[in-house]
């Protein structure tokens, strides 16, 4: 047995709860915050845990976040200033720098024609800058009063030759209004086949309830007079692509669909894509944007419908993978094509 151990052994038979007893109540509560394991460099517990809790004061209420606010201020207003080390008085030390003349060599010196001396003399900044531009000396302007000098029969230019390259300036363009399509005379108008309407538009309408799309979806079914049908960013999903899909197996009058920047999953594009084969009439299809991307399958399915489909002469998707969208710009093309041969017929 080492030393060590023997010294342990000492330790084996000691009754802790009879030195506890003896103990005062200060040191009763000294031990208790020695037992008490903290971390102060662990930075992934919280402030509370990090150290013991040393506060021997009673809690004054709640926290008053003006009443701190006030009382920081007044403190900060109190406190004197500190003086600079070096007062400033506003003088000015030392000479401005002037730039030498620098006297241009016989060599470089250039002698015109008294007229052309009298032009360049009386020229301004613009008609400068053209001059430079039509000489090729291109380094001294910008791109835009290059390209503006040259292409232009008149002097443009109004800022003169600048070495600084400034941004264009581009009008601000204003916000699209706001749809003003009433739904639901839009929904009467479309139940009763009103030979009017011929296009719904309910683009950036994003408030629209589901059971009004739907049944306006249903709606559509009989309507023969509706040409074109656009629900672009009305926050629609599948509960209405479905509707979408059942109303194209029925409708046989609509010639343009677009469902394009809605929350469609490849769910409910599968769904419109298997109606588009029963569909004979409709030639533009627009589904591009949806808030997922609807995966390979969907796509494979897209060049399918298209190549079964030559009545779909206009298809808006932006497709990921070359093998779909190789299949469907030769669908596109093919379909153009026979139109194009009906027309002459």
């Given at each position: 047995?080492?030393?060590?151990?023997?010294?342990?052994?000492k330790?084996?038979?000691?009754?802790?709860?009879?030195?506890?007893?003896?103990?005062?109540?200060?040191?009763?509560?000294?031990?208790?915050?020695?037992?008490?394991?903290?971390?102060?460099?662990?930075?992934?517990?919280?402030?509370?845990?990090?150290?013991?809790?040393?506060?021997?004061?009673s809690?004054?209420?709640?926290?008053?976040?003006?009443?701190?606010?006030?009382?920081?201020?007044?403190?900060?207003l109190?406190?004197?200033?500190?003086?600079?080390?070096?007062?400033?008085?506003?003088?000015?030390?030392?000479?401005?720098?002037?730039?030498?003349?620098?006297?241009?060599?016989?060599?470089?010196?250039?002698?015109?024609?008294?007229?052309?001396?009298?032009?360049?003399?009386?020229?301004?900044?613009?008609?400068?800058?053209?001059?430079?531009?039509?000489?090729?000396?291109?380094?001294?302007?910008?791109?835009?009063?290059?390209?503006?000098?040259?292409?232009?029969?008149?002097?443009?230019?109004?800022?003169?030759?600048?070495?600084?390259?400034?941004?264009?300036?581009?009008?601000?363009?204003?916000?699209?209004?706001?749809?003003?399509?009433?739904?639901?005379?839009?929904?009467?108008?479309?139940?009763?086949?009103?030979?009017?309407v011929?296009?719904?538009?309910?683009?950036?309408?994003?408030?629209?309830?589901?059971?009004?799309?739907?049944?306006l979806?249903?709606?559509?079914?009989?309507?023969?007079h509706?040409?074109?049908?656009?629900?672009?960013?009305?926050?629609?999903?599948?509960?209405?692509?479905?509707?979408?899909?059942?109303?194209?197996?029925?409708?046989?009058?609509?010639?343009?669909?677009?469902?394009?920047?809605?929350?469609?999953?490849?769910?409910?594009?599968?769904?419109?894509?298997?109606?588009?084969?029963?569909?004979?009439?409709?030639?533009?299809?627009?589904?591009?944007?949806?808030?997922?991307?609807?995966?390979?399958?969907?796509?494979?399915?897209?060049?399918?419908?298209?190549?079964?489909?030559?009545?779909?002469?206009r298809?808006?998707?932006?497709?990921?993978?070359?093998?779909?969208?190789?299949?469907?710009?030769?669908?596109?093309?093919?379909?153009?094509?026979?139109?194009?041969?009906?027309?002459?017929?």
């Amino acid at each position: 047995m080492s030393s060590y151990q023997k010294e342990l052994e000492k330790y084996r038979d000691i009754d802790e709860d009879e030195i506890l007893k003896t103990l005062s109540p200060e040191e009763l509560e000294q031990l208790d915050c020695e037992l008490q394991e903290m971390d102060p460099e662990n930075m992934l517990l919280p402030a509370g845990l990090r150290q013991r809790d040393q506060t021997k004061k009673s809690p004054t209420g709640p926290l008053d976040r003006e009443a701190l606010l006030q009382y920081l201020e007044q403190q900060a207003l109190e406190v004197k200033e500190r003086d600079d080390l070096v007062p400033f008085t506003g003088e000015k030390k030392g000479k401005p720098y002037i730039q030498p003349k620098r006297e241009i060599p016989v060599e470089e010196q250039v002698t015109l024609e008294p007229e052309l001396e009298e032009a360049l003399a009386n020229a301004t900044d613009a008609e400068m800058c053209d001059i430079a531009a039509i000489l090729g000396m291109y380094t001294l302007m910008s791109n835009k009063q290059y390209y503006d000098a040259i292409c232009s029969g008149e002097i443009c230019n109004t800022e003169g030759i600048s070495s600084v390259v400034q941004p264009d300036k581009y009008k601000p363009v204003p916000d699209e209004p706001p749809n003003p399509t009433n739904i639901e005379e839009i929904l009467k108008s479309v139940r009763s086949n009103d030979k009017e309407v011929e296009e719904v538009n309910l683009n950036n309408i994003q408030d629209i309830p589901i059971p009004m799309l739907t049944e306006l979806c249903e709606a559509m079914k009989t309507n023969t007079h509706v040409r074109s049908f656009s629900l672009v960013a009305t926050r629609s999903g599948d509960p209405i692509a479905n509707a979408v899909a059942d109303m194209l197996r029925e409708n046989r009058s609509l010639q343009s669909l677009n469902i394009e920047s809605n929350f469609i999953s490849s769910t409910g594009l599968m769904a419109v894509l298997k109606a588009v084969r029963e569909n004979a009439t409709l030639t533009e299809l627009r589904v591009d944007n949806q808030r997922q991307w609807p995966g390979d399958a969907v796509e494979m399915e897209m060049a399918t419908v298209l190549e079964q489909c030559p009545s779909i002469v206009r298809f808006g998707y932006h497709f990921t993978q070359q093998g779909p969208r190789a299949r469907a710009a030769q669908a596109m093309t093919r379909n153009n094509e026979l139109r194009r041969q009906q027309k002459k017929r």
